[in-house]
T-cell receptor, first 114, second 110 residues
Framework: GAVVSQHPSWVICKSGTSVKIECRSL??????MFWYRQFPKQSLMLMAT?????????EQGVEKDKFLINHASLTLSTLTVTSAHPEDSSFYIC??????????FGPGTRLLVL | GQNIDQPTEMTATEGAIVQINCTYQ??????LFWYQQHAGEAPTFLSY??LDGLEEKGRFSSFLSRSKGYSYLLLKELQMKDSASYLC???????????WGLGTSLAVNP
């Protein structure tokens, strides 16, 4: 149980385009999902908390107009990186929280912006 | 404020036992998580301690002392595949997000 999928696993795009990443909890309902970013050999950095049916809560320093989060159902949250630039290239990972606050992670999405 | 700390790197030998410590400071503490993250992959859940004491799960055990703000992850019969980063994270207050340590990179040598 507690499986989280993430799609796509790899994205290569041109600078200025937008990229959408989907995160799904496959066998449980998650009212709360989280989006993280991780640069090579660095720690996880929480970007935002995504709550079903309401606006996401962004961490300090994360631009909400650049990283659009939508949590339209209890099993799906999406992150859209708008007008992506090379500095947005990173490993993006989502997680879904169970009632006991245990976070189960998706496999991650590697974004490379050229 | 909130603070969580763990060693940056550790090295151990295949077949041995290693203990990874994590100390934390917070108010409204609810519980302490341990995750494993292999290079290039997402973290995977290992354990969640709410009450004081040791919880054993196969080769891995996790301990918590709420009064001391201290936890450790114990890995027995180390295997090469245990080489990974081990992240401790605490949950505090009513906020659903976790506060993450920077991770301990464990290298298991033959």
């Amino acid at each position: 149980g507690a499986v989280v999928s993430q799609h796509p696993s790899w994205v290569i795009c041109k600078s200025g385009t937008s990229v959408k990443i989907e995160c799904r909890s496959l066998d449980f309902q998650a009212t709360t999902m989280f989006w993280y970013r991780q640069f090579p050999k660095q720690s996880l950095m929480l970007m935002a908390t995504s709550n079903e049916g309401s606006k996401a809560t962004y961490e300090q320093g994360v631009e909400k107009d650049k990283f659009l989060i939508n949590h339209a159902s209890l099993t799906l949250s999406t992150l859209t990186v708008t007008s992506a630039h090379p500095e947005d290239s990173s490993f993006y990972i989502c997680s879904a929280a169970t009632r006991r606050e245990t976070q189960y992670f998706g496999p991650g999405t590697r974004l490379l912006v050229l | 404020g909130q603070n969580i700390d763990q060693p940056t790197e550790m090295t151990a030998t295949e077949g041995a036992i290693v203990q990874i410590n994590c100390t934390y400071q917070t108010s409204g503490f609810n519980g302490l998580f341990w995750y494993q993250q292999h290079a290039g992959e997402a973290p995977t859940f290992l354990s969640y301690n709410v009450l004081d004491g040791l919880e054993e799960k196969g080769r891995f055990s996790s301990f918590l002392s709420r009064s001391k703000g201290y936890s450790y992850l114990l890995l027995k019969e180390l295997q090469m595949k245990d080489s990974a980063s081990y992240l401790c994270a605490m949950h505090a207050g009513n906020n659903r997000k976790l506060i993450w340590g920077l991770g301990t990179s464990l290298a298991v040598n033959p």
